[in-house]
């Protein structure tokens, strides 16, 4: 994506390695963040999910929550809509907490495919490896992964991770669940090709279910941006103090979210953004500023790879006039101190 596409000719590049600006320059750059975003009426609202094709293609809101729990918000941002494929980065870490850093990296993989996320091709040119887990094969896996001896249980525990990102208790919007499984074949058929390569660890059609589920779980703006916050501070949701996962876990989730949470935009996302995200389906944006905190996007309305627009006009313009870039520098200071 150019930068013309994204608004920022003219806005201030700051390169900032510290903490966040004071609230009110925060609030001030939020304000002109939204306006921006706001004159994009580019993109298609999701359709192959009958459900996901009613939303509003006017909604948007953003929040920023930064580390200390202070929260930052302009437009609709307490409407709830379905977490969708952002529920791919929150159950990758629990699971990263539970079995460990190394087995999922042996099993799900951290490699962007360069494909679309429910491509079949890529789980066949990798001779059944997933790749990474925020595709639909690697995060079915991923689910598959969760502790519990039924699917009840998996799900009980998801539920209750999630919601301890979130801060709050999650729910489900079965509306959205009956939709999705009635129009998830293609997930169903990924997951039997990884049952054949053995890379599933529970009934493939269970675990379908129980992603599906997750998938249709409630959030709004303000939830992405402190479950984002909480990947920032290292596990530590910054509303609750719950450390929910280790900053190792934090750590690695937000080196894949780098390498493949826009799915094949990624490099473009991480090359105009410098921030690791992951994007879902229903307009859903989530960012990460690690040590400063979370941004949430919601706008319903997406581009060809499945991500957000106005999400990613907004982050673009925070990212530069917030300073957040991880890859931004300032020069060092050359002069001899002695």
């Not at 459900?51 to 920023?64: H, N, Q, S, V, Y």
């Not at 079949?120 to 519990?148: F, K, Q, S, Y």
């Not at 009840?152 to 801060?167: H, Q």
Request: charged share 25%; net charge negative; proline share 4%.
């Amino acid at each position: 994506m150019r930068d013309d596409e994204l608004d920022l000719v003219g806005v201030d590049q700051r390169a900032h390695t510290g903490a966040l600006p004071q609230d009110r320059q925060i609030d001030l750059a939020l304000d002109e963040a939204y306006r921006r975003a706001l004159s994009h009426r580019e993109g298609a609202v999701a359709d192959y999910i009958p459900i996901l094709g009613a939303a509003d293609r006017e909604a948007f809101g953003l929040c920023i929550a930064d580390v200390r729990g202070g929260l930052h918000e302009v437009g609709d941002t307490r409407t709830r809509f379905s977490i969708q494929s952002i529920s791919k980065a929150f159950v990758y870490a629990l699971v990263c907490e539970g079995i460990g850093h190394h087995e999922v990296r042996e099993l799900v993989g951290v490699d962007n495919t360069g494909l679309p996320f429910n491509s079949v091709m890529a789980i066949e040119l990798a001779d059944g490896h997933p790749r990474n887990p925020m595709v639909n094969a690697g995060a079915i896996a991923t689910t598959a992964l969760m502790p519990g001896a039924t699917a009840e249980r998996t799900w009980e525990l998801i539920v209750e991770g999630l919601s301890r990102f979130a801060g709050r208790q999650l729910e489900i919007d079965d509306e959205v669940y009956r939709s999705e499984s009635e129009t998830n074949d293609r997930n169903r058929a990924i997951a039997r090709l990884l049952h054949s390569y053995g890379r599933m660890r529970s009934d493939p059609d269970e675990t379908v279910d129980v992603y599906t589920r997750q998938c249709s779980l409630l959030v709004d703006a303000r939830d992405l941006a402190v479950m984002g916050a909480t990947l920032a501070d290292g596990g530590v949701n910054p509303l609750t103090g719950d450390q929910v996962v280790s900053p190792e876990v934090s750590r690695d989730t937000l080196a894949v979210l780098a390498a493949a949470g826009l799915y094949e935009r990624s490099g473009e996302w991480l090359y105009e953004i410098g921030l690791p995200g992951k994007s879902g389906v229903a307009g859903g944006l989530v960012t990460v500023a690690p040590g400063k905190g979370g941004l949430g996007a919601w706008a319903p309305p997406l581009d060809a790879a499945g991500n957000s627009v106005r999400g990613q006009v907004a982050t673009a313009h925070l990212s530069r006039t917030l300073g957040l870039n991880i890859f931004a520098s300032t020069p060092a200071d050359r002069q001899d101190p002695r």
